[in-house]
């Protein structure tokens, strides 16, 4: 092995590849833990998803060290290029997608399959990273913020029209990214707004919703009724918000939950705020069959994934103890309840470890962003930081009923190459990247 070759593999950040062998390592753990049976003649059977992913990690570490021989520059020069053709790709996934579930996600060559907007995400970041780092990118400017936004919303809107919603929200985390690098605060309050919006909307009938929206407007105006005597900037703003609030709430939230939702999903999110689906969102079911599904569809899954970790108790069950994930109580326990199988086996401890395993991770990410010389690397290492900790938040709470099931993986423990594939080449990425954090990368 040459010197140089030595020497960039002594500059690779130990930390985050051990974490990252951790976590696939117990990720693999408890597959293995809700597939195996007594039954089994062998651990080796290439049939179960363990072996599987085993497989995957195979491929996902040749990959990687592809990636730490690679020249670093080489991501920067051509991140605008691999993401155009991932839109590309992306485009193709449209209208000739494999329809797994419902969705149109996957593209199938011969018994291969793989979805490319789980590896999309690498490229997004990418491409932010790349277009943050140019000379001429201010952005203090509305342009280059509307460029940011349309680079990271781009694959949403096409993962959407896939039909795959779940994944399509992932996207939304690189505004925190745009946040870092000088998103106005009033963006992020007009986001948690929309969201305070959303959620009032189902909860409040829209005559009613109506007039509490006009009722607090008049009420802010008579609190700064001075200011607004002085600056007509404020009486258009409070205007501008009212009427925003007041089309959102009336006509874009109904629209989205008739038209772009899924029946699923509807009764998923209203699920997990505690009410009944209303009438008007009930999409295509026979009369009497509203409940019934409902109960079945999401309710089941999440009060069988309470049941297996709140069973675990303070030390869990034991590994192979799992009496709800064995049995197969729980839906897809080897990919989105993965983290049933954890909380059972090892009970509160081994959540708790596995959780600072995860905080660990994303903090010596952030660690690596802030130190580097290089705007590319700082920027594509929060992006990185950003989409672990939406996966992980989003899976984590849905499990534990404090988000609706939308499909979101935890980051690689749940089964799927594509997952476990794209994971791994955002962390390979970012490691070859410090390993060149004296580097000027543009």
Same mark, same amino acid.
């Given at each position: 092995?040459?010197?140089?070759?030595?020497?960039?593999?002594?500059?690779?950040?130990?930390?985050?590849?051990? $974490?990252?062998?951790?976590?696939?390592?117990?990720?693999?753990?408890?597959?293995?833990?809700?597939?195996?049976?007594?039954?089994?003649?062998?651990?080796?059977?290439?049939?179960?998803?363990?072996?599987?992913?085993?497989?995957?990690?195979?491929?996902?570490?040749?990959?990687?060290?592809?990636?730490?021989?690679?020249?670093?520059?080489?991501?920067?020069?051509?991140?605008?290029?691999?993401?155009?053709?991932?839109?590309?790709?992306?485009?193709?996934?449209?209208?000739?997608?494999?329809?797994?579930?419902?969705?149109?996600?996957?593209?199938?060559?011969?018994?291969?399959?793989?979805?490319?907007?789980?590896?999309?995400?690498?490229?997004?970041?990418?491409?932010?990273?790349?277009?943050?780092?140019?000379?001429?990118?201010?952005?203090?400017?509305?342009?280059?913020?509307?460029?940011?936004?349309?680079?990271?919303?781009?694959?949403?809107?096409?993962?959407?029209?896939?039909?795959?919603?779940?994944?399509?929200?992932?996207?939304?985390?690189?505004?925190?990214?745009?946040?870092?690098?000088?998103?106005?605060?009033?963006?992020?309050?007009?986001?948690?707004?929309?969201?305070?919006?959303?959620?009032?909307?189902?909860?409040?009938?829209?005559?009613?919703?109506?007039?509490?929206?006009?009722?607090?407007?008049?009420?802010?105006?008579?609190?700064?009724?001075?200011?607004?005597?002085?600056?007509?900037?404020?009486?258009?703003?409070?205007?501008?918000?009212?009427?925003?609030?007041?089309?959102?709430?009336?006509?874009?939230? @109904?629209?989205?939950?008739?038209?772009?939702?899924?029946?699923?999903?509807?009764?998923?999110?209203?699920?997990?705020?505690?009410?009944?689906?209303?009438?008007?969102?009930?999409?295509?079911?026979?009369?009497?069959?509203?409940?019934?599904?409902?109960?079945?569809?999401?309710?089941?899954?999440?009060?069988?994934?309470?049941?297996?970790?709140?069973?675990?108790?303070?030390?869990?069950?034991?590994?192979?103890?799992?009496?709800?994930?064995?049995?197969?109580?729980? @839906?897809?326990?080897?990919?989105?309840?993965?983290?049933?199988?954890?909380?059972?086996?090892?009970?509160?401890?081994?959540?708790?470890?596995?959780?600072?395993?995860?905080?660990?991770?994303?903090?010596?990410?952030?660690?690596?962003?802030?130190?580097?010389?290089?705007?590319?690397?700082?920027?594509?290492?929060?992006?990185?930081?950003?989409?672990?900790?939406?996966?992980?938040?989003?899976?984590?709470?849905?499990?534990?009923? $404090?988000? @609706?099931?939308?499909?979101?993986?935890? @980051?690689?423990?749940?089964?799927?190459?594509?997952?476990?594939?794209?994971?791994?080449?955002?962390?390979?990425?970012?490691?070859?990247?410090?390993?060149?954090?004296?580097?000027?990368?543009?």
């Amino acid at each position: 092995m040459s010197t140089l070759r030595k020497t960039l593999f002594n500059r690779i950040d130990g930390v985050v590849l051990l $974490l990252y062998i951790l976590l696939v390592t117990i990720g693999i753990m408890a597959i293995f833990s809700v597939e195996h049976r007594t039954t089994d003649t062998s651990i080796i059977m290439m049939n179960k998803s363990y072996m599987r992913q085993v497989v995957w990690l195979g491929y996902s570490l040749f990959i990687g060290f592809i990636i730490i021989l690679t020249d670093s520059k080489f991501f920067s020069s051509f991140a605008f290029l691999i993401y155009t053709a991932c839109i590309a790709v992306l485009i193709i996934t449209i209208f000739a997608g494999v329809d797994v579930k419902g969705s149109r996600s996957w593209l199938g060559i011969g018994s291969f399959r793989f979805q490319p907007g789980e590896i999309a995400k690498i490229f997004t970041a990418m491409a932010l990273a790349k277009f943050f780092s140019l000379n001429e990118t201010n952005f203090k400017k509305l342009r280059d913020r509307l460029i940011a936004s349309a680079i990271a919303l781009a694959p949403a809107i096409l993962i959407l029209l896939q039909k795959e919603t779940g994944l399509a929200l992932v996207y939304f985390c690189f505004f925190l990214v745009m946040y870092r690098e000088g998103l106005p605060n009033a963006i992020l309050l007009i986001g948690f707004g929309a969201i305070a919006l959303v959620l009032t909307s189902l909860l409040i009938n829209r005559v009613t919703l109506a007039i509490l929206l006009t009722v607090f407007t008049i009420l802010v105006a008579l609190l700064i009724r001075q200011t607004l005597k002085r600056k007509i900037a404020a009486r258009i703003i409070l205007i501008s918000a009212w009427l925003f609030s007041m089309l959102f709430s009336q006509f874009a939230v @109904p629209f989205v939950f008739k038209h772009a939702l899924q029946k699923h999903q509807i009764e998923r999110i209203y699920s997990m705020i505690g009410i009944d689906v209303p009438d008007e969102y009930n999409k295509a079911l026979a009369p009497g069959e509203e409940k019934k599904e409902r109960t079945n569809s999401s309710e089941y899954n999440v009060l069988q994934s309470k049941i297996a970790i709140g069973s675990g108790g303070l030390f869990g069950k034991g590994f192979l103890n799992g009496t709800s994930t064995k049995n197969q109580f729980v @839906p897809e326990q080897n990919t989105d309840f993965i983290f049933c199988a954890v909380g059972e086996q090892f009970g509160f401890v081994g959540s708790a470890v596995l959780i600072i395993l995860y905080i660990s991770l994303m903090l010596r990410v952030i660690y690596l962003g802030e130190r580097q010389r290089s705007d590319f690397t700082r920027v594509y290492a929060y992006c990185v930081a950003c989409i672990l900790f939406f996966h992980f938040a989003v899976n984590i709470s849905m499990t534990i009923g $404090l988000a @609706p099931v939308i499909g979101i993986t935890l @980051p690689f423990l749940s089964y799927g190459g594509s997952s476990l594939l794209s994971f791994s080449i955002l962390i390979f990425i970012l490691v070859r990247l410090d390993a060149d954090r004296q580097v000027l990368i543009r």
